[in-house]
């Protein structure tokens, strides 16, 4: 969870990060026509804002939002319980913490913002294996134990604004995701795509820790 503080008055906006809410349908539509070459359909903007799969299963998002200073034109920091019980239930655990201090941090502000900015956000569904475990099934190839640890974590969306980029947000949104999925027991590991050409991208998840394990010819 994370405090309302006043925004700013010299040169450092206060970074919070918080789940998507229904308030954030036109800006999160906005950044991701913006950060990202595929083109996602409405039912996927109209769901995630819900923290919710097409399929119905619960995400976990995290956006990085600049408080505005128009309290009336805000949307809530307050945390949607709802949406991480429902996640904790679907992965088994009794709930989740948030860690406060974690959750509010201070990057140099390129101008005040009336309404809450949303510069950042991550995207992310627990996966659980299927039934029936082939080595083509990306469970195979990135845990030792499939039947201990059932789910694997998938980073859908993950991105920043450019005006707000090379200031480690998007190294504080992994680590931020990770403190949640590292709650989870029966999580064997995260992964996502990445498109081969970008390679500053490559080089940006490498740096985390994470491998390649498989180039997928496209249609």
């Not at 904790?88 to 913002?113: H, M, Q, R, Y």
């Not at 956000?121 to 294996?129: E, V």
């Not at 190839?141 to 998007?170: A, C, V, W």
């Amino acid at each position: 969870m994370s405090q309302s503080i006043p925004f700013p008055e010299n040169d450092e906006a206060v970074l919070h990060f918080r789940p998507l809410q229904e308030s954030d349908h036109d800006q999160i539509k906005s950044l991701h026509e913006a950060l990202f070459p595929v083109k996602y359909s409405a039912e996927f903007y109209d769901n995630v804002v819900c923290n919710k799969t097409t399929g119905g299963c619960p995400l976990l998002s995290r956006v990085a939002v600049i408080k505005g200073f128009d309290e009336e034109s805000c949307s809530s920091l307050e945390p949607q319980n709802d949406s991480l019980v429902e996640l904790a239930e679907f992965v088994g655990i009794p709930a989740f913490e948030e860690d406060e201090l974690e959750n509010i941090v201070t990057i140099s502000n390129n101008g005040k913002t009336k309404t809450d900015h949303i510069i950042g956000c991550i995207i992310g569904a627990f996966m659980k294996h299927p039934e029936e475990d082939t080595e083509d099934n990306v469970s195979h190839k990135l845990t030792r134990d499939p039947s201990r640890h059932t789910n694997l974590f998938y980073i859908m969306t993950l991105g920043t604004t450019e005006e707000y980029r090379k200031q480690r947000l998007g190294t504080k949104m992994i680590q931020d995701c990770l403190t949640m999925v590292e709650q989870v027991p029966s999580c064997g590991g995260i992964y996502l795509h990445v498109i081969t050409y970008n390679a500053a991208a490559i080089k940006f998840y490498e740096r985390l820790g994470f491998y390649r394990i498989e180039e997928i010819e496209g249609a």
